[in-house]
């Protein structure tokens, strides 16, 4: 049974850090296109995607102490709903003018990387307890 349920958190795990994955980097394909048509420099664009590794790299030892008291099952929850949110919120920029536009895009990348952060450390905590090295 132990090894069954190691097994299935093994697996949520890694379906967990798939989506994860598959949040932060949904926007890859599409976003240059359409900050080119708002006359978005490519400098730009590359400094928005690099705030979500900024933000997630900067905002984890904040996140490490919050986890410790919210626990991680909601810690896990918490960065996959704002991962999400950050993700779905660059909707709100498409139809904005260019200031807007980029101030947007940024938050959105800044939520992402806090969702990030908190879904990682938590994620990675679990399997940590759920795999001691003594065993």
Do not use: W
Request: hydrophobic share 55%; glycine share 12%; net charge positive.
């Amino acid at each position: 049974i132990a090894s069954t349920r190691l097994a299935s958190m093994f697996a949520a795990m890694v379906a967990h850090f798939i989506l994860l994955g598959a949040l932060v980097s949904a926007l890859g394909p599409f976003y240059p296109g359409v900050a080119a048509r708002k006359g978005v420099t490519s400098a730009l664009v590359g400094a928005m995607f690099s705030t979500c590794p900024a933000v997630n790299g900067l905002a984890s030892p904040l996140v490490g102490v919050v986890v410790q008291h919210v626990g991680l099952r909601l810690g896990v929850i918490t960065g996959l709903v704002l991962t999400a949110l950050g993700s779905i919120g660059f909707i709100l920029a498409e139809h904005r003018h260019y200031t807007a536009f980029v101030a947007i895009s940024f938050g959105m990348r800044c939520l992402q990387g806090v969702g990030s952060s908190f879904a990682y450390v938590s994620g990675y905590a679990m399997l940590m307890e759920s795999f001691p090295a003594d065993r």
